[in-house]
Nanobody
Framework: HVQLVESGGGSVEAGGSLRLSCSLS????????MAWFRQSPGKEREGVAT????????VYADSVKGRFAIAQGNAKYTQYLQMNNVQPEDAATYFC??????????????????????WGQGTQVTVS
């Protein structure tokens, strides 16, 4: 059983910054991958950023490269998404996800994010 808690969403002006946080409050498995996804009304959920906890390898969606950064926190199974130069198209509900990852420990295969099992409740980001 794994439970994720997100925080940090809210309203931001275009060009501004926001930081989302995610931590596991309950877990009984070893987590190797954590990620952020987002979904806006009428659109499919898309992977935004992922981090492999052993080694810290990160992968980003093209739409956020150079603007967003995912990083591990000091506490176990805590990670952050630093969002800079936020644009109107970034407005969405953001979801934190965690899982064991692929058999080789990676979190992305051929550009596709791992299909995560455990999800947070989502945090809303609006851009004005």
């Amino acid at each position: 059983h794994v439970q994720l808690v997100e925080s940090g969403g809210g309203s931001v002006e275009a060009g501004g910054s926001l930081r989302l946080s995610c931590s596991l409050s309950e877990y009984d498995v070893t987590i190797n991958c954590m990620a952020w996804f987002r979904q806006s009304p009428g659109k499919e959920r898309e992977g935004v950023a992922t981090i492999r906890l052993k080694g810290g390898n990160t992968v980003y969606a093209d739409s956020v490269k150079g603007r967003f950064a995912i990083a591990q926190g000091n506490a176990k199974y805590t990670q952050y998404l630093q969002m800079n130069n936020v644009q109107p198209e970034d407005a969405a509900t953001y979801f934190c996800a965690a899982d064991v990852g692929y058999d080789d420990g990676s979190c992305v295969k051929k550009g596709k994010f791992y299909e995560y099992t455990w999800w947070g409740q989502g945090t809303q980001v609006t851009v004005s």
